[in-house]
């Protein structure tokens, strides 16, 4: 009887993960369509389900139009390589900002990291994300920011990066670009969504001249309304994998 459970235990953990898998592979070529990636650079993760604090992550030299839920690599939380499809190299500096935040974060289902000049940008402004739209309004509550302290290789900026997003969905690293954490792809995928389109349209806004603030009430407002934004995930994330199916499928195999 026992036997018999633990071996319905491990097929439902194996189809748990491959879920997982499939849904990381798409949101990579979503990030991919939406012309978000950074050449074989940045990285999105997934815990694996389970008790052994795996996650998984993506080959180091793939672009992410061509990743496939069966290439991502399985790591353990001291980057060791516990599954490959393919290619078995991570980038060590993916694995030291991932790796915190999947470590700091038992609540951290996946965690999405871009070098979107948009991003970039907004990263670098001196006033950081600004409420120059609806959609940075309801970003604001659930933003935190991460000072750059060079290109992500030393162990010991895990901490800090920990200390910095706090309980926050979305992190702004300074002069390097950005970084949202989530229960899951999809409602990750969706704090990604929006902080890149209130970054996109922050920079459009500036260069336009002066910009015009909204009210501290409709920005109170809004930050009220924005705390179940990680629930939009519900409707859009099948969305995306219909357009996703319809322009680059392929990625669930």
């Not at 970039?120 to 959609?135: E, F, I, M, N």
């Amino acid at each position: 009887m026992q036997v018999h459970q633990e071996q319905e235990q491990d097929k439902a953990l194996r189809k748990q993960e491959w879920q997982a898998r499939c849904d990381l592979a798409a949101a990579y070529r979503l990030v991919a369509l939406f012309g978000w990636d950074d050449l074989v650079f940045t990285h999105l993760s997934a815990r694996v389900p389970g008790p052994e604090h795996h996650f998984l992550i993506n080959p180091y030299g793939l672009l992410f139009h061509e990743i496939t839920a069966s290439s991502l690599v399985k790591v353990d939380q001291d980057g060791n390589v516990v599954e490959a499809g393919g290619l078995a190299r991570v980038n060590p500096a993916g694995f030291t900002i991932h790796s915190a935040i999947h470590m700091g974060r038992e609540d951290a289902g996946a965690v999405m990291h871009l070098h979107a000049a948009d991003g970039v940008a907004v990263s670098a402004h001196r006033d950081g994300l600004l409420p120059l739209s609806q959609t940075a309004m309801l970003c604001l509550d659930h933003v935190a920011y991460h000072d750059y302290e060079g290109v992500a290789l030393n162990l010991d900026e895990r901490d800090r990066l920990i200390n910095d997003i706090g309980d926050k969905s979305m992190l702004i690293l300074r002069n390097h670009g950005i970084l949202t954490a989530g229960h899951d792809v999809p409602e990750t995928f969706t704090y990604l969504y929006f902080l890149m389109k209130a970054c996109e349209i922050q920079v459009k806004a500036q260069a336009c001249g002066p910009t015009f603030m909204p009210s501290d009430t409709a920005i109170e407002t809004t930050r009220e309304q924005s705390q179940s934004l990680g629930k939009a995930a519900r409707l859009t994330w099948p969305a995306l994998l219909r357009m996703l199916d319809s322009k680059n499928p392929g990625y669930a195999v």
